[in-house]
């Protein structure tokens, strides 16, 4: 019995997919939930798992095909036990047939979705006290569960293979070392799009054809937050194991921004401006090979505490290439981070349907004229807003960024961390 | 030792049982000259006689009554319910009396006294022929409750429950009579009541049944080792007393356990187990405790389809246990 295999739809809004890598060949044998496909949509690789066991028997769409869901993209034969001689008494599992994976297992393959990961049952936290594994090495961990869910085998598994002789380790080390250095690029010659790099073009290309973006900048006086975090950022970082840097403290000040001027958290159609409820917060980290947004959903929701560990934790997801589909979903505006690189003016393309990105430039100590006509040295930001001019107007964006630089200005010890 | 049916080893239970001590009678409809609608009792009434093997009206309370009255007067009765579906006239006679008789008289009598009831399905016995009641009588303080799954088990918890000063529901279920071959050790060997046996030693997941379910877990276990899972097989044997200790350690051992019967769901013997795994090795656990039982409905059905819909198998508890390994 054959089997088709479909694009599958791996979230909401989600049309079409690429074909990144198979891998598996044709004549292959595939387990079911055993990788089959890597897929590429809106800047996430997702492993597709196979929907049963048997011979991969046919590819019908190559890598680097871009496909429509539900698209037949491989065909495999299903493996018939030997015991299974009376066909009655053998009923199809039921995952045969599903051709398409269902959304949730889809997404949660690849690379696990942040929810499944971090679920981690009473067994795996009693093996993780037991042999001290740190979060660190517990990112590193492949979740072979549903949703990439760290099960006691894979603890287990990994304390074994931790158990070895240092020199194996050391070797290791070195290999992935190696294997993640970029090779050099060499001019002269054309470098390969990657799935990502292209998906970034077609996604900046169709926001400046459609979106008549308008720019204004708001200068901040970061002075308070910059003492209030320098006072704060030990004691923080020993109560919570993460840094307290200006990310989070600015998605909270836009958050409250977003609130007094919800036209900003918005987005164009031709039937009217939908207002989103949810306040969710994308935050721009950029990776080896180029840019990824995940995403704080209902960052309204959040303490600076809480925003800090969702950015950390998001962070090192997007860096070790675990995010999920979810995770980079459902983005109602966006903060882009720029300044970290020294930058002081940035203009931001906005990511569809988005009505605004913030980009938060390099806080610098200048001489600034200060009540009394002194003059002071205070820690300045520029905060440079892109927006949807179809959908807001200048009064807005001004009235938003005006919030957002009142809430910084007024920021104190009186504003709660938790 | 040789090789028997569950049916043959029930039948020599009883026949070993009879000739080692006289108090022990077997009653109930048709078990005489007929030997039993299974033959169980084939060849008893032959040997023993109609004073010890009682054909009894159709009247399943007075089965029952004829044997708690027998048992407090010192006899050790077998009172056979040709169905267990047929148990409900004697429920009276069951609860109110039998189990609640010790407590009663606060010690001073006991009822040393065995229902056996051929029980479940899977045989075209459709509704009134199919039934599991475990779960209603496990819920009853002061009875036991046994549910063998293999021939040697059969004969020695049958031993175990004729000699048992308390009354024991012993549950046969009707398609292992046939179905179920094993070894049956030669000798006067006795199965512990309330204590579990694991079948099959495994450490990736534990997969908890009884009676005719512990056949297909098995089949299960194996079909599972070709995929490189190796799955633990948790016998129960005895519903009530439930064995803790057994069912604690196989989910501390796995972390991921799943709980098979073919009674239905709704505050069933899994919901027990699961109960007992929750309290007592949440820990341990790698996975959420699952069951697989029959379906919330009346009764098993006649149609072969639906019954086939209804029954528990092997195929269908793959799919869970697969399921359970996979989180």
Redesign the interface.
Known sequence: MTTSVKMPQLGESITEGTISKWLKQPGDQVKKYEGLVEIITDKVNAEVPAPLTGVLKEIKVKEGTTVTVGTEIAIIEESVPATASAPKAQPPPPAATVAVPSPALGEGQGGGSSEARTRLSPAVRALIEEHRITDEELSRIEGSGIGGRISKKDVEDYVAKRAQPAAANGEQRQQVALASAAPAPTPGTTVPLTPMRRAIANNMLKSKQTIPHAWTVAEVDMTSVVRFRQKAKDSFKQREGIDLTFVPIIVKAVVEGLKAVPILNASWSDQGVVLHKDINVGVAVSVDDGLIVPVIHQADRLSIAGLAKATDDLAKRARAGKLGIPDVQGATFTVNNPGTFGTILSYSIIAPPQAGILAMDAIVKRPVVVEGDAIAVRSMMNLCLSFDHRVLDGVSAARFLQGVRRWLEGFSDQVPLY | MAVKTVIEAIRDGMDEEMARDPSVFLIGEDVGNRGGVFLASDGLYKKYGELRVIDSPLAESCIVGVAIGAAVNGMRPIAEIQFADFIAPAMNQIIEEAARFSYRTAGDFNLPMVIRAPWGGGVHGALYHSQSIEATFAHIPGLKVVAPGTPADAKGLLKAAIRDPDPVLYLEHKRTYRLVKGEVPDGDRVVPIGKADVKREGK?LSLIAYGLMLTFCLEVAE?LA??GISAEVLDLRTIKPIDQAAIIATARKT?KVLVVHEDTPFAGVAAEVMAIIMENA??????PVMRFTGPDVPAMPFNHVLEEAFMP?P??I??KA?ELA??
């Not at chain 2, 949440?282 to 996975?287: E, H, K």
């Open positions: 990736d079909k070709a995929d972390g949440f820990d341990a656990l790698d996975a198998s195929e269908k793959l799919v697969r996979a989180q």
